[in-house]
């Protein structure tokens, strides 16, 4: 086995034909070991320390001599074929290698060996890029500190007397505190996130003319997430905006009346009117109460800027219980559903946390009672009251109480009806002028839609299916003197609420969807409207066949036969014949 | 186990829980020994499933199994190159595994399911030349149906990337690149998102 080993002689005559490394001095007997590939070395042969039995992926070749010779041959082959994908080859590769390692000569390289490896191959590259790829990878990690560090800087010089002043009645919730609660029952953002959310509200508060604040939750996106704040505006605050949209809308009435009165000028034959008149779209809540009492704020990033959301329409927010969408993280991307979604992204944003600020704002009870205002409760019917302001004499109940039953809990936000909006209102009802036109058609009557009133217990929520809508839970079972209650919405799967004492707060960490253990199958298209009444003065009547307009004949005339015996009876006869006959014949 | 403390063993799943655990619908009580009754299966289909005389209950702790084995099989997934398949055909993890890039931890192809390979076999031959065989053998995500069911996000000023199944709403796969640490994690109500295409 050893015998065309020691001369060297033969298998550098078959290599040399094919090799395609120059050098064959004393020094290659390394590779040779590679390509011998069989039996154990014994220890005063060189290359046994660079050996070891077992592992080699030759062990399998039959031991003679022709064969041998050929798989000398193949394995040559082998280890000179380049890679595909970095244009090296294994035999230039373990050169180099081998190279480096007498050339260096570090202790215990047969420990280091792969790593030694990949910096060889590593070192095909440096000299090429080496500036390039440093400056490329610092950039992402490097703006993104950038845009945080904006918010480590406090406000300039103004800011600095303001504070003390403020310290007192600030509107900045405090971040932390409620995140250390929510983490003792597991649910939270990391500490990084908590105060940068912390820093990022303060820079809101410090541009916007804001009343209260809250730190309402995140909605996980495609591409990006959101970060939601809930802020209350000074009063008089937001005015301008609603004036755009007002004098806008009146602007589009100013054209629809122009081109009626053009039309009824031309009195030519028009095509009948179409008596459709598409359903009275229903106004949007006053910014302040109902479904818009609160504005809402959002960021994809603590550090970017804050971009606050358009109120929401009842139109929207009833599209946005029929379909369900992912959310990309985008605010001007396009909502493609059907029902069509009339609005972009940030609308959907919007009317979905609504929807769940609807569903699952909740507060320990006594926390929040009703405004002691007699007058207003007849007036506003059976919509029930709107507003609620906190109960100085509130008293907590303990923690257990908390947890053991839900009717301690009351809802503290309005519920979205049906409609699309918290207080119903008839449409029929507005415009009285238009009535008096049309009187075509009398709109139905439509129920007055009640919701359940504020501040109703949560134990009156409706389960789905099997399951209640909440599961209250303490933090710890181990220390019940400092647990903390918290409530998981089962309903919307994310928000979460918790109370401790007189403190409690909600949180949103989501997905932004309503659960339901029925898969979400989207509306039908409505049924192809007809085009036009179809009754019997519109429907083509084959024309009589030959057969028949013959046996017409023949009847007629033995009736005309007949009726030559009848004078009187006959001749009304034929009239009416006459009749049918041009009737049939058109 | 139920608060951390004591643990308990679960039977291994077979395909037949998991078949008749994937029929199930609804959240899970909380309760291991709770019984579902299967619901729906014609008479025909009960004999081939359940042989004879027993009767079509599922316990919870089955379906915890097999929901975990579900979710396992459909969107356990490691970085490219952090197991490797030597030449014999076992599988090791690979101590040289120094991480991926920044570019390569964004895009979806580096990162691998982690069960038997599906789609390698029906690649073509231009896609297998590029292959490294060694690290490339398993299904990689670029090709999940439906399209577009992870979000790949970078966290904390990109030094984190992040994946999120949309399949299975809760399951989390984190990497720091250049580095050697990943791994996956599920929180959820272990509920399968079928409406997934509608909602993308």
Redesign the interface.
Known sequence: MYQSYAPGLDPYQAQEPESASQTHAVGQDPYQAYEHGHGPYQPHEPGYGLYQPGFS?YDDQIPDPKSRMLAIQNAKAYLLKSS??SGLNLYDHLANMLTKILDEQPTNAVDII??IS?DVKWAQFQKKMDTLRDEH?IL??FE??EQ?KALFLKANGEGDEELEEDIGETPLPNVMETAFYFEQAGIGLSK?ESYHIFLALKKLISVQPIQTCRFWGKI??????YIIAEVQFHEGEEEEEAEEEDIIEEGGKGMGEVEDEDEEKEKEDKPPKSTYEPPPVIPKEENGTGANKYVYFVCNEPGKPWVKLPPVTPAQIVCARK????FTGRLDAPVVSFPPFPGNEANYLRAQIARISAGTQISPIGFYQFAEEEGDEEEEGGGGRDTCEENPDFQPLSVAEMVDSLSTWVHHVQSILEQGRCVWLNPFQKSEEEEEEEKAEEPDELQQEIGPPLLTPVSEDEGI???PAWTAQLST?LIPQYAVAVLQS?RW?GAYAFASGRKFDNIYFG?G?K?S????A?ALPPPVQAEYPSGPEITETRDPTLEEELAFQAAREEALAAAEEEEDEEDVEDDEEEDDEEEDDD | SL?GVEWSLLPPATEEVVAQAERL???FQGDPSFEYECPEISAEEAEMLFGDGKEPIIKEEARLVATIEQIDRAVGIIPRGAFVKT?LGSVHEN??FEGLS?TEAKKLSSYFHFTEPVNLKSKTLLEK??L?PSTDFLDSLEHDIPQ?SW?V??E????VVVL?S?LW?GLTFYHVPLTKQYGHIYFG?G?KN??LP???
Do not use: S, V
């Open positions: 992926p595909t994908t792969e790593n990949k990878e992402p990690t993104a500190a945080r990084d996980l996106g495609l591409e990006m997430n379909i369900k969408k992912f299916q099997d399951i079972d089962n799967p997905w969807h659960y253990p029925e898969n979400h989207p | 608060n619908k609804g959240r030449p101590r040289n920044l030349a590029d490294d577009g979000t996000q970078l904390k000023g990109g030094t999120r949309l709403l109500t509920e079928l409406d509608f909602m993308l």
